[in-house]
């Protein structure tokens, strides 16, 4: 599942290649993604201009020249891809066609929406109605913006009593630190998964929301975190994997002490942790 990282990742690449590009033509090989696709989706996006792409939490928002704002959510297997000429046949979770029209700046002519998984949704909302729409009106602050401090953590944790991973995951107290970037984070500030949010000083939480931002600056600047390509122009390569200090490294010495690093489930999620480093 792209997190954060990938994105915002996939949100430059779109920004390189498809600002200013005239959309021509949209075609829609399947409506129920999943959300069904407005009956007026194809209308409202032709004939635009491409003014803008921004990130919202996991939403990539592509700005249109007339206030509207076209939301895509990539789901748990969504992919973007650019292509120059349309594909000679498309492939069977192929299901939004966006078509642009031609242009002398840059040679990418298509843009292909594919999810076998439909998690995925594409959405219409504009920058007057954006803040008050259902996806984002209950969203807490953006992880990297500088109003999430230690203060604005520390008053967030000391008001649950529930684990601290389950806190800084829960998208309405702050979004994009999804369960990869928790337990990284976690783990560089020396704080116990389990531990009740309300339990963590105002000292760790200023260390915490520093490893937050670090890890996903990090990642961003990596391309991401994983080998899958979210977005990609024809013959690209793809990303490089990142390297984790704890995720995924169940029975490996940690990398500061050489206990060998745990596993637990928390909320359904795989919880990494060094049992010596964290309390
Ligand atoms: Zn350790």
New binding site residues.
């Given amino acids: 599942m792209p997190e954060l990282p990938e994105v915002e990742t996939v949100c430059r690449g779109l920004a390189q290649n498809i600002i200013h590009k005239h959309i021509s033509k949209v075609t829609a090989r399947r409506r129920d993604l999943r959300v069904p696709l407005p009956a007026n989706f194809e209308k409202a996006l032709e004939k635009k201009e491409i003014t803008r792409i921004a990130r919202r939490a996991k939403y990539i928002l592509i700005h249109l020249d007339n206030d509207a704002i076209l939301v895509i959510h990539l789901g748990m297997s969504g992919t973007l891809i650019l292509h120059e000429k349309l594909p000679k046949t498309f492939r069977k979770h192929d299901h939004v066609i966006i078509e642009f029209a031609p242009d002398k700046k840059s040679k990418i002519g298509y843009m292909v929406f594919h999810d076998p998984r439909r998690f995925g949704l594409m959405a219409l909302t504009s920058k007057t109605t954006f803040a008050k729409h259902k996806l984002f009106v209950n969203l807490g602050p953006e992880p990297l913006d500088k109003k999430l401090n230690g203060e604005y953590l520390y008053t967030i944790l000391q008001s649950s009593k529930a684990p601290v991973k389950s806190v800084i995951m829960d998208q309405r107290k702050l979004v994009g630190v999804g369960n990869i970037y928790a337990c990284e984070a976690l ?1 560089r500030a020396h704080i116990h998964p389990e531990r009740a949010a309300n339990k963590v000083t105002q000292k760790e939480a200023t260390a915490l929301v520093v490893q937050i931002k670090k890890v996903l600056e990090a990642a961003i600047k990596s391309g991401g975190s994983t080998v899958r390509d979210y977005v990609r122009s024809s013959g690209d390569s793809g990303y490089f994997q990142h390297h984790f200090s704890v995720y995924g490294r169940k029975g490996l010495p ?6 060998p ?1 745990s596993v637990i489930r928390q909320s359904g999620r795989s919880t990494f942790f ?5 309390k």
């Fill in positions: 783990f940690c990398l500061s002490c050489k206990t690093v060094c049992a010596n480093c964290q």
